[in-house]
């Protein structure tokens, strides 16, 4: 995911932090010897220790502080980007002062729609997936699917969002 995410990501300068159970990250600095890094002097690694009991949120914390930018992007580690300004995309939203978190179209491997923004309530749940299971291209009700939108929350598979709203104490 590493070397793809650095060759189809345009939007520099980018740096990437991995969380790891610190006994696995011997194996995975050597699985990492492969990824170009020092060719690209605007792409930045670094492996963080992170225990595998960690809440979702303590990871989260852990890679934001240590993130030197103004712009933090989480995302899983099965992602693949499919159009090198993927990234560029998401930053130019999420530096619009009157919008909190951005996320994006997330596909399963055989092209249907896994995320595309998440509605809270929807069948009775917490939040449901948008347009869960259509397909890459379709329009969805009334073309939406292919439209920027606004939505109750996004998925924390693919995350971007200014530092400081990650970091604010303001209550909502």
């Not at 793809?4 to 010897?33: E, H, I, K, M, N």
């Not at 933090?72 to 980007?81: A, I, K, M, N, T």
């Amino acid at each position: 995911m590493l070397d793809s995410l650095r060759l189809q990501t345009s939007y520099r300068p980018l740096q990437v932090l991995v969380l790891a159970d610190p006994s696995a990250l011997p194996q995975l600095r050597a699985q990492l010897g492969g990824v170009q890094v020092a060719q690209d002097p605007e792409f930045s690694l670094q492996l963080l220790p992170s225990s595998p009991d960690a809440s979702p949120a303590h990871r989260l914390n852990l890679a934001a502080s240590h993130a030197r930018g103004t712009v933090l992007g989480f995302l899983d580690s099965d992602l693949q980007p499919l159009d090198p300004d993927w990234l560029q995309e998401l930053v130019s939203h999420a530096l619009r002062p009157q919008l909190g978190a951005v996320g994006a179209k997330l596909l399963y491997a055989d092209g249907l729609i896994q995320h595309a923004g998440l509605i809270t309530g929807l069948n009775s749940g917490l939040a449901g997936s948008c347009h869960h299971l259509l397909g890459r291209r379709e329009g969805g009700h009334m073309g939406r699917l292919q439209l920027l939108q606004q939505f109750s929350a996004v998925s924390a598979a693919c995350l971007v969002l200014r530092k400081e709203v990650f970091s604010s104490r303001r209550r909502l």
